[in-house]
């Protein structure tokens, strides 16, 4: 389903969001895997790079944001609504935020071997070096419509 229908349907069933907005977007890696995990409330957290966010000239997320979640086709899977924002350096990922990422066997050390990696590819993407203490943009949701 097309976001707009979904949001038309949510809207609907939910009148008290219809003076709300969203984002619409899919995971940057495995899109369609991570929705699947996201619809089916195993994750409940993303990270991305605060540095990113400043070269995008993009605001950072906030607790009461909602978003559309997409699959890689970009149909909408679910709309979630953040509840946590914190900014960390990326050695301080707290392993309960790994768990709540939902991804691989959801330890610390799995979300740190994939985090590397793909901030590492970003970074030099951006023309940026990636150190172990890069801001790291914590965010935790709750699947609010599917």
Request: aromatic letters at 12%; proline letters at 3%.
């Amino acid at each position: 389903m097309k976001a707009k229908q979904m949001w038309q349907e949510f809207i609907s069933a939910h009148p008290e969001y219809q003076d709300k907005t969203y984002q619409a977007w899919s995971y940057g890696v495995e899109p369609d895997e991570l929705a699947r995990l996201t619809v089916e409330q195993i994750k409940t957290a993303t990270a991305s790079s605060y540095e990113e966010y400043a070269l995008e000239n993009e605001a950072l997320p906030e607790a009461g944001e909602l978003n559309m979640i997409l699959d890689a086709s970009e149909k909408a899977v679910c709309i979630t609504k953040t509840i946590k924002v914190s900014v960390i350096p990326f050695l301080e990922v707290s392993k309960e935020h790994a768990f709540k990422e939902g991804e691989g066997d959801r330890s610390l050390h799995y979300w740190r071997e994939v985090h590397k990696t793909f901030f590492e590819n970003s970074y030099k993407k951006n023309s940026l070096v990636f150190h172990d203490n890069i801001l790291i943009v914590c965010e935790e949701f709750e699947v609010i419509y599917k």
